[in-house]
């Protein structure tokens, strides 16, 4: 679900997260994404990339939105103003979804936390956690339920890679064995306050840490140092982006948007016609999903390159001379060692192993093969 790729922010000053000393100590190279300063690399992507897929990865996300709803209706409210059923979270568990505009179009794509029967932490992507604040704001009009801009209250530190639970299991007692994917327990990490989360954004198994900002740099401590001696390593934006497309993440403003419903991203199974009431975007859903019935969109599918050239957002998908999809995100694989992209293309070359279709990057015509998603999954 998380924004990892670059984005300047013009109209606010540049922001911080509270790791940012120890990142510059660290030698990183920083860049402006979403209005943040925040570490793209420190050293080779691609050992970052490839010690996530190996050992462990530990990264900065605090410039993620964290939302809180709270209230006897904080439930019904969610139901109303996201496409997902909320209020059929278990308390301790957590539900990837959507917010969609009347119309249909994704204005960002979320993960919501039941905290208690009536406590929810909604995450939204650095780019859009504004407009996910406003438009919960104006959908709770009506509703007992109050929302809350919590972005200040939160760091969040994730570690990702398979040697993350023993990692973490150095520097706490929660049960870790018994924490489950797409869940969360408040604990102790490292001596301060948490909420541990096994959920992450680069097909590995990992957690994602939230904590007050004034105890990142001690759980950033923490966690390097209980990492020692297994290849623990800091990461930045960088190898984020190519472990989520490995693993056929999609990534708001690449593969989803306002121009797209779930059903047009392959991702209707998010939508949930079957909970109980209205909710915002519903009519125009309904719609979408019977014209993908009758007539799919463009699919989404992965193309691995059988040359070097790395393809790029924005470029055309070509077969018999024809333009037939574009590229939604492109990078080279470290763990193919080839190029990859993922795009939307027409259902009658959507299929994997279909025959003649290439990218045209600058005017040559390199051929790929279509693929199923993802070109990666971990063994479990």
Not at 12 to 23: C, K, S, W
Not at 259 to 265: G, H, I, R, V, Y
Request: glycine share 12%; net charge negative; hydrophobic share 40%.
């Amino acid at each position: 679900m998380s924004s990892t790729d670059p984005a300047s922010d013009q109209t606010a000053e540049q922001r911080h997260t509270a790791l940012d000393a120890v990142h510059r100590a660290l030698g990183a190279t920083m860049t402006d994404f979403a209005g943040w300063d925040m570490p793209l690399r420190y050293g080779s992507e691609r050992d970052e990339h490839h010690a996530v897929r190996t050992r462990a990865g530990l990264f900065d996300l605090s410039h993620m939105g964290e939302i809180t709803v709270t209230g006897p209706q904080a439930a019904a409210l969610l139901d109303f103003a996201l496409v997902g059923n909320i209020g059929a979270v278990r308390n301790g568990r957590a539900r990837y979804t959507m917010i969609c505009r009347p119309d249909g179009g994704i204005l960002d794509d979320l993960i919501v936390y039941r905290l208690a029967d009536a406590e929810f932490m909604v995450v939204a992507n650095a780019s859009n956690a504004q407009v996910v604040l406003d438009a919960l704001t104006e959908r709770a009009e009506g509703f007992d339920a109050e929302v809350r801009d919590d972005r200040d209250a939160y760091a969040l530190i994730a570690v990702q890679g398979p040697e993350s639970p023993g990692i973490l299991a150095a520097v706490t007692d929660a049960d870790l064995d018994g924490l489950k994917y797409y869940a969360g327990l408040p604990g102790t990490v490292a001596g301060v306050p948490a909420l541990i989360a096994r959920t992450g954004y680069t097909g590995e198994d990992g957690f994602e840490l939230f904590v007050r900002p004034e105890h990142a740099v001690e759980l950033w401590q923490a966690l390097t140092k209980a990492g020692e001696g297994v290849g623990l390593v800091p990461c930045g934006l960088s190898c984020r982006d190519t472990l989520r497309l490995e693993a056929g993440m999609p990534l708001y403003g690449h593969e989803l948007s306002t121009s797209l419903t779930p059903f047009d991203a392959g991702l209707g199974r998010v939508v949930k016609f079957d909970k109980d009431g209205d909710f915002v975007g519903r009519t125009a859903l309904e719609a979408a999903a019977e014209r993908a019935a009758s007539q799919p969109p463009r699919v989404l599918v992965g193309l691995v390159a059988e040359g070097r050239r790395v393809p790029r957002a924005g470029f055309a998908v070509v077969a018999g001379g024809e333009v037939i999809g574009e590229v939604t995100s492109g990078a080279p694989s470290p763990t193919l060692g080839k190029p990859i992209a993922m795009a939307y293309v027409d259902a009658a070359h959507a299929a994997p192993g279909t025959a003649g279709v290439g990218v045209d990057i600058r005017g040559s015509h390199e051929r790929y093969e279509v693929v199923a998603l993802p070109f990666y999954k971990r063994q479990k």
